[in-house]
């Protein structure tokens, strides 16, 4: 690429920027960064924040000036040397390992009647414990988890095994304060993962089914490799769906009008895209620039630590008309919620298939007048994940 | 070179000359034809690079593959029985030394 020198700006730094601020609520930040540049120094993060539109995308499309495989990871700390980290070919290799197992024909096959199962189960639960239930801990996480959990085929754990793993090395992949509690509970998740994927893997590769993990019994992978890989999709295949049915939810019973118009015509798949772009459950991942580069004008120095912030991306108004508002009905841009490239989410499918196709529209059918409880509101958190919390919902 | 012409709506086309071994969706974003996303990068995964090729060329293409069949069953736009292909999957070079298709309304 050529770029005159005279056009490139330096990265600003952003003191400003504190890691509680992000937490709480991380958009009005964003707007204020990307106002000046796509791209800043945040001290308090330790990393150059990528708020732009265009400056992420350019990244997600080049991996040869922005590798995944960044040095200090605190998720191969925590999870192993996954796929997630790795560039192409390597990558591309340990994902082929996946095969068909989260695509769309699978789903049809096999998993949709999972997700109506455990749909099922899950609902009445929720309806048993009545209203003012918290539709994120009695519904949303025992859901996908379960889902996961039988996609995965942990035959010989628990839907709370497989919640307790995900967020306790999910914690241990953010764990930027170094907090020892944090790293000794995900080693020992890491290590229970272990153990029980070594034990499923013996009893799949005699009998085998369409499961993940049987399918990766008998492929050319490291043991090492698989063990890594398996424990970034317990991370990645678990709050994330989890956080877009709450999310959606909340979006569509504070907008009463969308929802009407999602029930009207069925219209679950636009509310799930819009709130996934509207708050993106993975907000921020990292890369590493290989060399000194020019990213949409603003110059990078080799070695620079990148955070990737699709969430931020997703509300940029050079590509969204009010951007900060929920509307199924805005024009259709492509979000980055799913990531772009070769590492575009390959549990897209499956999220899409469990949350819009079984979970939304059967817990509004169930309890068509759920509402939100005025008296105990919703919490929503998150800055590098980010999702509703809390959902306490009221029917009648 | 090979040649890649992408029809729009309305009367607008894009004409690009590639080297041998680009897929359409990569010829497409690496010039930024507006309507490929090309989401996945090209592993037939996420259904953002449809198109429609011209009946002229048909012959000309590839099988489609299973990962790509069930991929056509996933676009935003109808699928068409015939001209309908994901722009990841089909590679100009020497079987295939010009193409033009029709860039679908929507992808996503």
């Given at each position: 690429?050529?770029?005159?020198?005279?056009?490139?700006?330096?990265?600003?730094?952003?003191?400003?920027?504190?890691?509680?601020?992000?937490?709480?609520?991380?958009?009005?930040?964003?707007?204020?960064?990307?106002?000046?540049?796509?791209?800043?120094?945040?001290?308090?993060?330790?990393?150059?924040?990528?708020?732009?539109?265009?400056?992420?995308?350019?990244?997600?499309?080049?991996?040869?000036?922005?590798?995944?495989?960044?040095?200090?990871?605190?998720?191969?700390?925590?999870?192993?040397?996954?796929?997630?980290?790795?560039?192409?070919?390597?990558?591309?290799?340990?994902?082929?390992?996946?095969?068909?197992?989260?695509?769309?024909?699978?789903?049809?096959?096999?998993?949709?009647?999972?997700?109506?199962?455990?749909a099922r189960i899950y609902l009445d639960q929720f309806k048993a414990a009545g209203p003012?239930a918290d539709v994120v801990s009695q519904f949303a996480a025992p859901y996908?988890?379960?889902?996961?959990?039988?996609?995965?085929?942990?035959?010989?754990?628990?839907?709370?095994?497989?919640?307790?793993?995900?967020?306790?090395?999910?914690?241990?992949?953010?764990?930027?304060?170094?907090?020892?509690?944090?790293?000794?509970?995900?080693?020992?998740?890491?290590?229970?993962?272990?153990?029980?994927?070594?034990?499923?893997?013996?009893?799949?590769?005699?009998?085998?089914?369409?499961?993940?993990?049987?399918?990766?019994?008998?492929?050319?992978?490291?043991?090492?490799?698989?063990?890594?890989?398996?424990?970034?999709?317990?991370?990645?295949?678990?709050?994330?769906?989890?956080?877009?049915?709450?999310?959606?939810?909340?979006?569509?019973?504070?907008?009463?009008?969308?929802?009407?118009?999602?029930?009207?015509?069925?219209?679950?798949?636009?509310?799930?895209?819009?709130?996934?772009?509207?708050?993106?459950?993975?907000?921020?991942?990292?890369?590493?620039?290989?060399?000194?580069?020019?990213?949409?004008?603003?110059?990078?120095?080799?070695?620079?630590?990148?955070?990737?912030?699709?969430?931020?991306?997703?509300?940029?108004?050079?590509?969204?008309?009010?951007?900060?508002?929920?509307?199924?009905?805005?024009?259709?841009?492509?979000?980055?919620?799913?990531?772009?490239?070769?590492?575009?989410?390959?549990?897209?499918?499956?999220?899409?298939?469990?949350?819009?196709?079984?979970a939304?529209?059967k817990l509004?059918?169930e309890l068509?007048?759920l509402?939100?409880?005025?008296?105990?509101?919703?919490?929503?958190?998150?800055?590098?994940?980010?999702?509703?919390?809390?959902?306490?919902v009221?029917w009648? | 070179?090979?040649?890649?012409?992408?029809?729009?709506?309305?009367?607008?086309?894009?004409?690009?000359?590639?080297?041998?071994?680009?897929?359409?969706?990569?010829?497409?974003?690496?010039?930024?034809?507006?309507?490929?996303?090309?989401?996945?990068?090209?592993?037939?995964?996420?259904?953002?690079?449809?198109?429609?090729?011209?009946?002229?060329?048909?012959?000309?293409?590839?099988?489609?593959?299973?990962?790509?069949?069930?991929?056509?069953?996933?676009?935003?736009?109808?699928?068409?029985?015939?001209?309908?292909?994901?722009?990841?999957?089909?590679?100009?070079?020497?079987?295939?030394?010009?193409?033009?298709?029709?860039?679908?309304?929507?992808?996503?």
């Open positions: 690429m050529t770029v005159q020198t005279s056009d490139v700006r330096p990265v600003p730094t952003a003191e400003w920027v504190t890691i509680p601020d992000l937490y709480d609520d991380p958009y009005p930040l964003f707007q204020r960064l990307r106002a000046e540049a796509p791209v800043h120094w945040v001290p308090a993060v330790g990393r150059y924040l990528v708020v732009g539109y265009e400056a992420c995308h350019e990244i997600e499309l080049d991996a040869e000036r922005f590798t995944a495989d960044e040095s200090g990871s605190l998720m191969k700390r925590a999870m192993g040397h996954s796929m997630l980290r790795k560039d192409d070919p390597e990558h591309a290799a340990e994902r082929q390992s996946y095969g068909s197992v989260l695509r769309p024909r699978a789903i049809k096959d096999h998993w949709n009647a999972v997700f109506e199962k455990n003012g996908a988890a379960e889902n996961l959990r039988l996609i995965l085929g942990y035959y010989n754990a628990t839907q709370e095994d497989l919640q307790r793993w995900s967020q306790t090395l999910i914690d241990g992949t953010g764990n930027y304060a170094d907090d020892p509690d944090v790293w000794a509970a995900a080693e020992r998740s890491s290590d229970e993962v272990d153990a029980a994927t070594d034990e499923m893997l013996a009893h799949l590769r005699d009998k085998p089914d369409h499961t993940l993990l049987s399918g990766l019994s008998h492929m050319p992978m490291s043991l090492e490799a698989l063990r890594a890989n398996i424990k970034m999709t317990i991370g990645g295949g678990l709050n994330e769906p989890r956080d877009a049915v709450a999310t959606t939810l909340w979006a569509l019973l504070s907008h009463r009008d969308q929802l009407d118009q999602v029930l009207a015509d069925s219209r679950w798949a636009d509310a799930f895209e819009e709130s996934i772009r509207w708050v993106a459950p993975i907000g921020m991942y990292p890369r590493e620039a290989t060399q000194d580069t020019v990213l949409d004008g603003m110059a990078i120095p080799k070695g620079a630590r990148l955070g990737v912030h699709v969430g931020a991306a997703n509300r940029d108004p050079a590509l969204f008309a009010d951007p900060e508002s929920y509307d199924i009905n805005r024009p259709k841009v492509p979000h980055l919620a799913f990531g772009g490239g070769s590492h575009f989410c390959a549990g897209a499918w499956v999220a899409r298939a469990s949350v819009v196709g079984v939304l529209p509004i059918a068509p007048d509402r939100l409880d005025p008296a105990n509101p919703a919490s929503i958190q998150g800055w590098v994940f980010r999702g509703v919390t809390h959902l306490p009221l009648t | 070179m090979p040649k890649v012409t992408f029809h729009h709506d309305g009367g607008n086309a894009d004409v690009l000359d590639v080297e041998p071994g680009t897929s359409l969706m990569r010829a497409a974003v690496r010039n930024g034809v507006r309507g490929i996303v090309g989401e996945c990068g090209g592993q037939a995964m996420c259904a953002t690079c449809h198109v429609y090729v011209r009946d002229r060329y048909l012959d000309a293409l590839p099988d489609i593959s299973e990962d790509e069949e069930e991929m056509l069953d996933c676009t935003t736009a109808p699928r068409d029985a015939d001209r309908s292909r994901l722009g990841c999957q089909v590679v100009v070079g020497a079987d295939l030394d010009a193409i033009e298709v029709d860039v679908p309304a929507s992808q996503v």
